[in-house]
Nanobody, 114 residues
């Protein structure tokens, strides 16, 4: 059973924006809202890296490479965490995955063309 489902990826030109969503299954609602949720990304040939994290009291932290461009937020009523990505760069191209507690989503592809 899929516990986390990402959506919102796609192809965008440099300078554009995308908003990713990570929706948790209803069966893990209480765990989802009580724990941090993080977005990671992995580009071809590269290691997976942390992009942004939000904890259960909405404190956030970001990778230096995305500070000022990306915003993570959560809506516990909708079991959803968002990643708003603005001013996208070709180097942001990767598969983006969300993580909560022990669960991982399947990932969504983000491709930024120059």
């Amino acid at each position: 059973q899929v516990q986390l489902l990402e959506s919102g990826g796609g192809l965008v030109q440099a300078g554009g924006s995308l908003r990713l969503s990570c929706v948790a299954a209803e069966t893990i609602r209480s765990i989802f809202s009580a724990n941090s949720v993080a977005w990671y990304r992995q580009a071809p040939g590269a290691q997976r890296e942390l992009v942004a994290r939000i904890n259960n009291v909405d404190e956030t932290n970001y990778a230096d490479s995305v500070k000022g461009r990306f915003t993570i937020s959560r809506d516990n009523a909708k079991n959803t965490v968002y990643l708003q990505m603005n001013s996208l760069k070709p180097e942001d191209t990767a598969v983006y995955s969300c993580n909560n507690f022990v669960w991982w989503g399947q990932g969504t592809q983000v491709t930024v063309s120059s």
